[in-house]
C-alpha cells in the first residue's frame, strides 16, 4: 500500500490538485503494479514565508 507525501507552498486551486494526484497515483500505480484503490497521496499546503532556502525565507 504505497503512501506519497507531497509538499506544496499554498495557492493551488483544488482542481489542479486532484489532477496532480491522479497524475501521481497513476505514475506509482505504472511504476508499482500497486492497485489504484490501495495508492494514498498525502498533500501538506505549507502556508508562504513559513520555509527557507539556503537560510533564507521563501
Request: proline share 5%; hydrophobic share 35%; aromatic share 6%.
Given at each position: ?29 505504472k ?26 525565507w521563501?
Amino acid at each position: 500500500m504505497p503512501f506519497v507525501h507531497i509538499e506544496l507552498v499554498e495557492g493551488r486551486t483544488p482542481e489542479a490538485l486532484e489532477s496532480m494526484m491522479k497524475d501521481v497515483t497513476e505514475a506509482v500505480h505504472k511504476n508499482t503494479g500497486a492497485p489504484k484503490e490501495h495508492i494514498h497521496i498525502i498533500i501538506n499546503e505549507m502556508k508562504k514565508g513559513t520555509y527557507g532556502v539556503n537560510g533564507e525565507w521563501k
